[in-house]
């Protein structure tokens, strides 16, 4: 579910930088007062980078250091 999140929120904004704190308003919006560490984005992140591998999706996502992520053509 978590995943669906952030693959929704990525590709609603292709090209484009989701913050980081985006990504936990959307993917944990319990949390989004208190924050989620950046290991817990990091590794939704790489769950999500191995599936779209797998499927040899046309999309990667990209890490814009110190900022977040963007979905972008491979």
């Known amino acids: 579910k978590k995943e669906h ?3 929704t929120l990525l590709d609603q904004h292709v090209n484009d ?3 980081r704190e985006k990504i936990v308003e959307t993917v944990w919006p319990e ?3 208190f924050g989620v560490s950046d290991w817990a ?3 939704l ?3 999500v980078r ?3 591998k ?3 999706s046309l999309y990667e996502i990209v890490t814009i250091r110190t900022r977040g992520y963007k979905l972008a053509q491979a």
């Open 41 to 43: 984005i990091d590794r």
């Open 45 to 47: 992140v790489a769950r």
């Open 5 to 7: 999140l952030l693959y």
């Open 54 to 56: 797998r499927q040899k």
């Open 31 to 33: 949390y989004s007062e």
């Open 17 to 19: 930088i989701c913050e």
């Open 50 to 52: 191995s599936k779209l």
